[in-house]
């Protein structure tokens, strides 16, 4: 089997198709701040079009509204990518994320601001597929050696669809479409991604009618599984995986991450008009040049990892430390000084915004990738519950944002903003300084649950057991032996010695032979 390495292939196409399908679900879900200010401001809407009278309440409710929707469909997206696979649940979710995009200025006009948090509730329903759907894909189109840079092309999408929606819909608003074409742009967007994935996406190389021999059995033979089970049949160890201390540090970290973004994501075009009064074109333009910087800091900081892991300067564990340190504590800062200026430091407002998204970069090295160096064959499923429990707040920070700054254009409320996120980055940091790990984890291993289904003894997948899984598998022989005793010291006279004994492990059978 032909196990070297292609330049370009199939797993490259699909990374861009990964990448554009969350460049398009991210216009559609980050022009929303634009939009609001466009269609709620005298000052920069077009006048052709309706305008409304919405409270800062009534925004915060339309912000917060997605991110119920996505939060909701999270862990159902893990377990639906593991019986469907990636291809149909991706197509059908961004299908009708244009569909609801097609229907927002209708929806708006008949429904005002209730209208508009009802199909922004029914898009983050969709999108919550997303993230388990491209984590799966990536696991498994992607060799290990390429995963990481792979990933790093594939969710550096976040950032492009960022920086579309936050520039292109303030030109969009003041044209002559105004901000009902932002919608009818985004789900043309969409449109065109369901076509190109229709035709190009697969499930897995195994499948692919465009793969050639050689990339397929390259990568079917990196991915070769070493555990008894293929990774689909794997038994899902729950309690283990909550009572990760590693995992757990992830987690509080991912939460701190997701708080910052999601209230500057929606809100800088907010603050931008009404602190420093930008113009809605320069307002589009302003909010992107931070993420353009985001995306270009996040290959920066995959390379340096790179180098530093091949080089041998660094182990894995201390610079993941290191990249989420520089991630969280650098921003926390300049989110401090940013509280301080108004109008008259304007210029020095967007440098500080533009370096703190620079620092942020290493966020998805140190969170989201993570979750594939602590446990690969369930890595989805990590996403899931990170994404769930951090997608909890996601959906307060406007709620709180709308209660703090009840007048935008007042600099001591944003100021409390900039400083909540400070504190949380500053804890959250210390949390994954303290207990955070890159290590692979014990119950990662295949047979870490002592189970082996029906189709793995068909194939005749047996073989010694990982060192990994050693450690579970005394636990449960132990506690199994433990139990037997006690029933047989109730029932002596049913003590069957030849029922009662188990096969010894291969580690005991060699300590035997000592």
Not at 123 to 136: A, K, V, W
Request: glycine share 8%; net charge neutral; charged share 15%.
């Amino acid at each position: 089997m032909n196990t070297k390495a292609h330049p370009l292939g199939i797993r490259h196409v699909q990374t861009v198709l990964l990448f554009l399908n969350l460049t398009v679900n991210y216009i559609v879900r980050l022009s929303v701040g634009v939009r609001v200010v466009a269609m709620t401001d005298k000052a920069t809407n077009n006048e052709t079009f309706p305008q409304f009278d919405w409270t800062e309440a009534e925004k915060s409710y339309i912000f917060s509204s997605f991110n119920w929707g996505y939060l909701l469909m999270q862990i159902p997206g893990c377990f639906l990518v593991r019986c469907l696979g990636a291809k149909l649940p991706m197509i059908v979710a961004t299908f009708f994320v244009a569909l609801f995009s097609l229907c927002t200025p209708i929806g708006i006009q008949m429904g005002d601001w209730k209208g508009f948090c009802a199909i922004r509730l029914g898009q983050g329903l969709c999108q919550g597929l997303m993230l388990p759907c491209i984590h799966e894909h990536l696991a498994k189109w992607s060799p290990p050696e390429e995963l990481k840079q792979l990933g790093v092309i594939a969710y550096s999408g976040t950032y492009c669809g960022t920086i579309l929606a936050l520039l292109g819909s303030g030109y969009i608003a003041d044209s002559s479409i105004g901000w009902p074409g932002i919608s009818y742009v985004s789900a043309a967007a969409c449109l065109s991604w369901c076509l190109l994935w229709f035709f190009w996406g697969e499930n897995e190389p195994g499948s692919s009618y465009w793969i050639g021999s050689d990339e397929r059995n390259y990568i079917e033979s990196c991915l070769k599984s070493g555990t008894a089970c293929p990774r689909e049949l794997i038994p899902i160890p729950w309690l283990a995986i909550l009572g990760s201390v590693p995992f757990r540090a992830l987690v509080v970290v991912h939460c701190a991450q997701r708080w910052a973004d999601s209230t500057m994501e929606v809100q800088i075009p907010s603050y931008l008009d009404g602190i420093l009064q930008v113009k809605i074109t320069r307002n589009g333009l302003i909010s992107s040049l931070p993420y353009m910087v985001k995306w270009i800091m996040s290959h920066v900081y995959i390379l340096i990892a790179h180098v530093a892991i091949m080089r041998h300067l660094i182990d894995q564990t201390p610079l993941q430390k290191w990249i989420v340190t520089i991630s969280t504590w650098g921003p926390a800062l300049l989110y401090i000084a940013i509280g301080f200026l108004d109008r008259a430091n304007a210029g020095l407002v967007v440098v500080l915004m533009t370096i703190k998204e620079g620092f942020s970069a290493g966020s998805s090295i140190g969170g989201t990738m993570n979750t594939i160096a602590l446990a690969p064959n369930h890595s989805a499923v990590l996403l899931g519950i990170m994404s769930v429990l951090s997608e909890v707040f996601t959906p307060l920070t406007p709620l709180v944002t709308g209660v703090i700054v009840t007048d935008p254009t007042n600099r001591s409320q944003w100021q409390i903003i900039f400083c909540l996120i400070a504190l949380v980055f500053f804890l959250s940091n210390w949390v994954y300084i303290i207990w955070g790990s890159s290590e692979l984890q014990p119950w990662d291993a295949g047979d870490f649950l002592h189970v082996c289904t029906a189709e793995c003894s068909a194939r005749g997948d047996h073989h010694d057991s990982p060192d990994l899984s050693i450690r579970g598998k005394i636990m449960l022989r132990d506690l199994a032996r433990r139990v037997t005793e006690g029933l047989d010291k109730m029932n002596p006279d049913q003590a069957d010695p030849q029922k009662n004994s188990r096969p010894k492990l291969k580690t005991e059978e060699m300590n035997d032979d000592n």
